[in-house]
DNA sequence: CCTCCACTGGAAGCTGCGGTAT
DNA sequence: ATACCGCAGCTTCCAGTGGAGG
C-alpha cells in the first residue's frame, strides 16, 4: 500500500506546504534583506513539538535559495551535534572544505576564525533545537559574524533564554519572532491526506481513519505521519485489506514513543540503568536512587556525575525533577512503555 | 524560629584518547 | 620514538539552599 516511503519519513520536506502561509511569510520577509545582500538579524521561531517548525523554515530557505542564486544554506540539529565543536564542524562544512580538519586535534578557535574569514554569499545557518546546544555563547560568537544568519528553532524559549548572557539575551529579544501553535484537528487531516496522496495507496483507507489519526496526535504532526506510518507498516506486513481505525489506536503509543525511544538508545550504560531505576520506582529520592545505582552497576561513578547523567535526562524530557534540595523527587515522564 | 544536613550545581583539576609536530 | 595538544568525561571540592525536626 505504500508507493513512496519518503514522504511518511520525519525529515521530509514536502514540496508545497499548507496551514502555514502566515508563518512561511512572516519568516521570508524577515529574510528577504538577504537577497538584497543587506545583513539581516536573527530569526527566533518557537513552538512545542510537531507544528512544522523545522520543516517549514528548511522549505522557506529553500525557497529563498531558489529566488536567488548568491545564498548559502546549512541545516544543523543542535541535538545531535551537541557540542561547539560539533556545530562550528557542520556550519563549516556547508561552506568551506573541512577536509583538513580533525576532529581531535584542531581547536575550535580555528573553526570560529575560518568561519569569520568567510566572505561568500549570505549564509543562512538554521540551529535546530537549539535549547539542546551545550555552549550558548556560541551564539554569540556566531551573531557577530555579519554574513551569517541564524534561524534559531525551539520548543522551550525560556530554557534557551536561561542559558544566555545579557549581551545576546537583549539582541535574541529584540530579533524576529515566528511563533508557532498546535495544528488544529482539520489542519492534521488535511496534512495526513497530502502525505496519503504522495505517497499512500488510498484503496487502504477505511473512510474516516485520517481524522481518527489526527485525534490521537493531539495537534502533533510528527505524531501523526508516525502513527501513519507505523499504521500502513502494519497493513503491509500483516497484509491486512484496511487501515482502519484499530489499527491505528493500536500503534498510536508505539509511535508516541518513538522519539522517546531514540533518546533512550542514545543513552550510555550507566544512564540507561539510572533511568531504568527511576522508571521502576515511578517516584524515588536522590539518596535512593544513587544506593540502588551503586548497586546495580559494577564500577559505579560518582555522586557528582549521576547529577549530571540526571540533568541530561530532564533535559531530554525522558525524567522530571520536583522540588528543591532536601524535597527533590525523580520521577516517570511516560507511560515507560518501551519495548 | 533556628539549626542541621541532604542535596544541588559551579569550578577547577585529572586522565585517557586521538591526533599532530619534531 | 617522543613530546605535545585540545577535548570530553570524570572526579574532587565547595558554597549555597531549603525542607525537616528540635
Not at 544543523?76 to 556545530?87: A, D, G, I, P
Amino acid at each position: 500500500m505504500i508507493t513512496d516511503a519518503r514522504v511518511l519519513q520525519p525529515e521530509f520536506v514536502p514540496g508545497e506546504v499548507q496551514h502555514r502561509d502566515a508563518e512561511v511569510n512572516h519568516l521570508s520577509a524577515a529574510l528577504r534583506p538577504l537577497i538584497d545582500g543587506d545583513p539581516t538579524d536573527p530569526v527566533l521561531i518557537d513552538g512545542p513539538p510537531g507544528v512544522g517548525k523545522t520543516c517549514i523554515a528548511r522549505f522557506t530557505v529553500e525557497r529563498l535559495r531558489e529566488a536567488s542564486v548568491a545564498l548559502n544554506h546549512q541545516y544543523v540539529n543542535c541535538w545531535e551535534e551537541y557540542s561547539r565543536f560539533k556545530t562550528l564542524y557542520q556550519i563549516l562544512d556547508g561552506v568551506a572544505s573541512t577536509i583538513d580538519i580533525h576532529r581531535q586535534s584542531t581547536p575550535t578557535d580555528v573553526l570560529l576564525d575560518r568561519l569569520r574569514d568567510y566572505d561568500g554569499p549570505p549564509y543562512i545557518v538554521i540551529l535546530d533545537e537549539v535549547d539542546q546546544l551545550e555552549d550558548k555563547s556560541l551564539l554569540y560568537d556566531l551573531y557577530r559574524i555579519p554574513e551569517l544568519t541564524m534561524v534559531l528553532i525551539v520548543n522551550d524559549e525560556a530554557q534557551l533564554f536561561a542559558g544566555l548572557d545579557d549581551r545576546l539575551n537583549s539582541r535574541l529579544n529584540a530579533c524576529t519572532r515566528v511563533h508557532f501553535d498546535t495544528y488544529p484537528k482539520s489542519e492534521l487531516t488535511a496534512i495526513l491526506h497530502d502525505r496519503v496522496r504522495w505517497g499512500l495507496n488510498a484503496d487502504y483507507l477505511q473512510d474516516g481513519v485520517l481524522p481518527t489519526i489526527a485525534e490521537l496526535a493531539a495537534g502533533d504532526a510528527r505524531t501523526a505521519i508516525g502513527i501513519l506510518r507505523q499504521a500502513a507498516h502494519t497493513v503491509h506486513t500483516n497484509s491486512h485489506d484496511m487501515l482502519t481505525d484499530s489499527i491505528a489506536e493500536e500503534v498510536a503509543p508505539a509511535a508516541r514513543t518513538e522519539i522517546r525511544r531514540n533518546a533512550v538508545e542514545r543513552l550510555t550504560h550507566h544512564q540507561e540503568v539510572i533511568y531504568t531505576i527511576i522508571n521502576e520506582a515511578g517516584e524515588i529520592t536522590p539518596g535512593d536512587l544513587y544506593e540502588a545505582y551503586r548497586d546495580r552497576v559494577d564500577n559505579s561513578k560518582t555522586k557528582r556525575t549521576v547529577r549530571n547523567y540526571l540533568a541530561k535526562l530532564e533535559q531530554y524530557n525522558l525524567i522530571a525533577a520536583d522540588g528543591q534540595t532536601k524535597g527533590r523527587r525523580y520521577r516517570t515522564l511516560t507511560d515507560a512503555a518501551l519495548a
